[in-house]
């Protein structure tokens, strides 16, 4: 057994001892309202926007981006389960802004073994055989932080399956002082048009 998996299960024990009634939580989110956010381990949905368990959906990806499978969730956390507003952050010191859709195609097609960066840029290990399935995946790599959180909230709000009802709201998480910046662009975007 390795020691992250011990240390897993050891504070999933300790968990489940203080598990109390939340085994009786409804499944629909008490505050009916779902982030969409980034992967990064750096970000706690939970504390940065005051969360307890059962309070809201929180999606997570790679850079937050919306991705169709964001979307999908977006659309089953509205309507099976009846959240009203949604939230797009993404954060500063993002990892999808190191890379290049062709950069990471390149270092997969070399090896798929872990890469590492230095100031020279990114450099594959040479390990192994790599795979061109790569070519085929959207990355969803961005350049531009602030446009990012508008394109990800104007794409959710133009989608088909989005009620206009629902305020799509922008952020950046800095990941520097913890505050949430609202990039106004992408609210202007998500505004409920109608009620």
């Known amino acids: 057994m390795s020691r992250i998996l011990e240390e ?13 009634d ?14 969409l956010t980034c992967m990064d381990a750096r970000l706690d ?5 005051g969360l307890t368990e059962g309070d809201a959906h929180v999606i997570r990806n790679a850079g937050g981006r919306a991705s169709d499978d964001a979307i999908r969730s977006l659309v089953i956390s509205y309507k099976l389960l009846g959240t009203k507003e949604w939230f797009v952050i993404h954060h500063s010191d993002c ?8 950069i990471i195609r390149n270092l997969l097609a ?32 961005f350049s531009d932080l602030a446009e990012s959180v508008a394109i990800d ?4 709000r133009n989608h088909p399956l989005v009620p206009a009802e629902i305020p799509i709201y922008g952020f950046i998480y800095d ?4 505050k949430l910046v ?7 975007f998500g505004k409920a048009t109608t009620s």
């Open 110 to 141: 070399s090896s798929l073994k872990t890469a590492s960066i230095d100031a020279e840029g990114w450099h594959d290990s040479g390990e192994g055989e790599g795979s061109n399935e790569g070519e085929f995946i959207d990355w969803l790599t």
């Open 8 to 20: 897993v299960l050891a504070a999933n024990q300790t968990y489940a001892e203080n598990f109390g």
């Open 182 to 188: 609202e990039v106004p662009k992408a609210t202007e």
């Open 45 to 49: 949905p939970a504390k940065y926007a």
């Open 95 to 102: 990892g999808m802004q190191l890379f290049t859709d062709q």
């Open 175 to 178: 990941v520097k002082t913890g």
């Open 153 to 156: 909230v104007q794409r959710i």
């Open 22 to 35: 939340k085994g009786s939580l409804p499944l629909p989110p008490g505050r009916h309202f779902a982030i």
